[in-house]
């Protein structure tokens, strides 16, 4: 009985709060900063495009407006029909140019996030 008393006494019971810990590591610190600052420059750039989509859409609008104007001649709705109709393809294209672009910076920053969370760690 006495062996089992001391077996107990010698077994120490501890805590370790993994999340904080990992939080804290240096390299997890400045794997997250370098993250945050993709993912800044990302948001950007999508902002930069949105904004040109934004002015894309609008001219087509005008010229929509335009073309189907009763106060512009014949020629000039002709006009601004043919102006429409390229700034509708232009608007495709862009919108395609917009999706492949965000598709293709989530997966870089999913890559990267994952990467360098296996890295930090090691």
């Known amino acids: 009985m006495l062996a089992w008393g001391s077996v107990a006494a010698e077994i120490k019971i501890g805590t370790l709060d993994l999340q904080k810990a990992v939080s804290e590591y240096y390299k997890w610190q400045e794997a997250t900063k370098q993250m945050k600052a993709k993912e800044a420059a990302y948001l950007k750039d999508l902002e930069t495009l949105r904004l040109e989509g934004s002015k894309l859409l609008k001219e087509a609008q005008e010229f929509e407006e335009l073309a189907a104007s ?18 509708r393809i232009d608007l495709r294209q862009f919108q395609m140019r917009y999706d492949d672009f965000r598709a293709q910076k ?14 930090s760690l090691t």
């Open 70 to 87: 009763s106060a512009l001649s014949v020629t000039q709705r002709e006009e601004k029909k043919k102006s429409f109709e390229e700034k």
């Open 106 to 119: 989530e997966t870089e920053l999913q890559t990267y996030s994952a990467r360098n969370a296996t890295a």
